[in-house]
């Protein structure tokens, strides 16, 4: 058997034909940037996470950029995330100036950690980005609770955990701006890049909506120096098509996550921990065990692919060198990114697929 972490070719097949439909209602409108298909989708993007705003945008390292931008965060300010994300979240902080300040994970669940965060508060602070780390909902409450005592913005990176929630709201609602992004691995993924910023700020909305299109809101005519930062009606068109499946798809998550974590030994690998009153999307099933490398290996032979994510945490990225951070900075990030697994996690995920990788893991763990 060849176990792929993600198989996005079984999902497209699942849809192949209202997609073809999609596409070729687009190609014949002659209609391609900033059509109907951007506002019925923006529309429903707004509905589908109880946001009175959707703004679209090219992808979810833009929709950060703008997001920050919409709170004015610029050179001198510090933002405070996690060091246990991909990249372009702290990319994007730097991307507009400010400084990103790492503060530690929760060593259970790998996000954010408040007790953390608070501790790196000063009076530079400008926002604090919370990450929904591999589709698990980070904890809101306390960072809201930070925010309104300390005067901050919550900007949520929610790019794994689009239809995830946290005490009955979606993601990227919760805070003071959300983004997403529509990578093609990401729960909601188009065929190419694409992403969106999620607000029921209305001058936030207004914001991003201009510096995202060239700062014109009339043709020629332009308010502020912006970005060329859409998505196109070729992504919308499919993504209105995925965004009904959505929900399902997330279901079909859950359930091989269930699947997984009722059926693998419990002794030597830690599974995932949810914390109470939240709906996890399982963007990525991660388990751990200390000798990672002697397992993966096992399992890559066995044909079942594996993931490490991150391998290098934020503070310790060449590109972050001059921040000054040195390893053991964050102990709980980085013992993260030594020891956790992702395991081959996507709705289609069959039922023989994962007794064969559960068998196997089981195996190897019994031979310890
Ligand atoms: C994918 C991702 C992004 C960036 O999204 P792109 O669409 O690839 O630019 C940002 N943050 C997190 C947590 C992500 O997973």
């Excluded at 669940?109 to 980070?138: C, D, M, W």
């Excluded at 900007?155 to 794994?160: F, G, P, R, V």
């Amino acid at each position: 058997m060849n176990i792929p972490l993600i198989d996005l070719r079984a999902q497209y097949l699942s849809v192949d034909a209202e997609i073809q439909n999609a596409v070729r209602t687009v190609l014949h409108s002659g209609a391609y940037v900033s059509g109907p298909e951007i506002r019925s989708f923006e529309q429903e993007m707004a509905q589908f996470t109880q946001s009175q705003y959707a703004i679209s945008t090219a992808n979810g390292t833009d929709s950060l950029i703008l997001a920050l931008e919409a709170c004015g965060v610029g050179a001198g300010d510090e933002v405070i995330t996690s060091p246990y994300t991909f990249f372009a979240t702290a990319e994007a902080i730097a991307r507009v100036g400010a400084v990103p300040v790492f503060a530690d994970i929760d060593r259970r669940t790998y996000n954010l950690s408040p007790e953390h965060v608070e501790r790196k508060v000063t009076s530079r602070t400008k926002a604090i980005i919370p990450v929904h780390i591999f589709g698990q909902p980070a904890e809101m409450d306390a960072f809201l609770d930070i925010a309104r005592r300390r005067h901050l913005y919550i900007i949520e990176d929610a790019c794994q955990a689009l239809g995830a929630t946290y005490k009955g709201r979606p993601v990227g609602s919760i805070g003071h701006i959300g983004c997403v992004s529509f990578f093609p691995t990401k729960n909601l993924g188009g065929y190419g890049d694409g992403g969106i910023v999620l607000t029921n700020d209305e001058d936030m909305a207004r914001k991003v909506r201009l510096l995202a299109s060239h700062g014109s809101t009339r043709k020629y005519y332009h308010d502020a120096v912006g970005y060329n930062s859409r998505l196109d009606e070729l992504q919308a068109a499919i993504l209105r098509v995925k965004l009904g499946k959505l929900n399902e798809w997330n279901k079909l998550r859950r359930e091989k996550a269930e699947y997984y974590s009722g059926q693998l030994l419990a002794p030597g690998i830690a599974l995932p921990h949810s914390i109470n009153d939240i709906v996890h999307v399982y963007h990525i099933y991660m388990i751990e065990f200390k000798e990672r490398e002697a397992l993966s290996s096992y399992l890559n032979e066995a044909g079942i692919a594996t993931g490490h994510y991150y391998p290098c945490p934020l503070h310790l990225q060449k590109a972050f060198v001059d921040l000054g951070y040195k390893s053991g900075d964050l102990p709980a990030a980085e013992a993260a990114s030594e020891r956790a697994i992702a395991l081959p996690m996507f709705p289609e995920l069959t039922m023989e697929q994962q007794q064969y990788i559960v068998s196997r893991i089981n195996k190897f763990i019994e031979s310890q």
